[in-house]
């Protein structure tokens, strides 16, 4: 079945640090991708997401771009503040939209 | 007012007794799904429905049951509890707007599950 792999955690940056998380898919087809964050205490929300192959998904400073030749949908920030401390999840879905997640990456931003 | 809620929000129970989890949706989504989330594993699908009367199996659906009560309803039943189904419980909703598995699911703050 379709699995998603992200690097693990937990990732500690200072802040306005450069921010990279890596998520590698494997599919059948070319599925859409996500990346969801959950905040201390609270469910999952929509972080960004690409629908198709090349398609870059940004959401609050964050990117990520779909790359089926390496199979990756890397998420990255230019600077990170301390309010991005959360934990990210890269997720896939399947067929009626049930989601395939990642491990889930902590990250911690120090002032 | 948010627009997946879940009660209760913590509960601790010991081995053995059978607990429900109430999911609640005011975004009017036909589409309902019960995760688990574990340390180190993600979250895991449970069990989901399409609609009031489809109900299907997720990957981890052994001890567990559900019953879609309306369209905005969908619980999470353990019957005989035991430790290993100690963790975070999301529900999450979803609707059909386009079929190319590109909707975003939305959430519920979850309810974090002790069995002793």
């Known amino acids: 079945g379709n699995s998603v792999t992200q690097m693990e955690g937990p990732v500690t940056l200072s802040e306005e640090a450069f921010l990279t998380i890596n998520c590698t898919y494997t599919?059948?087809?070319?599925?859409?991708l996500f990346w969801y964050v959950q905040y201390p205490g609270e469910g999952l929300q929509l972080l960004l997401k690409?629908?198709?192959?090349?398609d870059k998904g940004s959401n609050k400073g964050f990117e990520a771009t779909y790359r089926k030749e390496t199979t990756s949908f890397h998420l990255e920030k230019g600077s990170v503040q301390v309010s991005d401390s959360a934990v990210y999840f890269c997720a896939q879905p399947e067929y009626g939209n049930k989601l395939v997640f990642g491990a889930g990456t902590i990250l911690r931003v120090k002032s | 007012d948010a627009d997946v809620t879940q009660t209760p929000r913590n509960r601790i129970t010991k081995t053995g007794k059978r607990i429900m989890l109430e999911c609640s949706q005011t975004k009017g989504h036909d589409r309902m799904y019960w995760y688990r989330q574990d340390p180190g594993l993600g979250l895991r699908l449970i069990y989901y429905s399409f609609d009031v009367k489809d109900i299907n199996k997720g990957e981890i659906s052994d001890g567990y049951s559900v019953s879609r009560q309306a369209q905005a309803k969908f619980s999470l039943s353990l019957e005989s509890a035991i430790p290993n189904q100690t963790a975070l419980y999301f529900c999450?909703?979803?609707?059909?707007?386009?079929?190319?598995?590109?909707?975003?699911?939305?959430f519920g703050p979850g309810t974090r599950l002790t069995v002793l």
């Open positions: 690409a629908t198709k192959a090349d």
């Open positions: 999450a909703t979803s609707d059909l707007v386009s079929h190319t598995n590109t909707d975003t699911q939305y």
């Open positions: 599919a059948t087809g070319y599925p859409s």
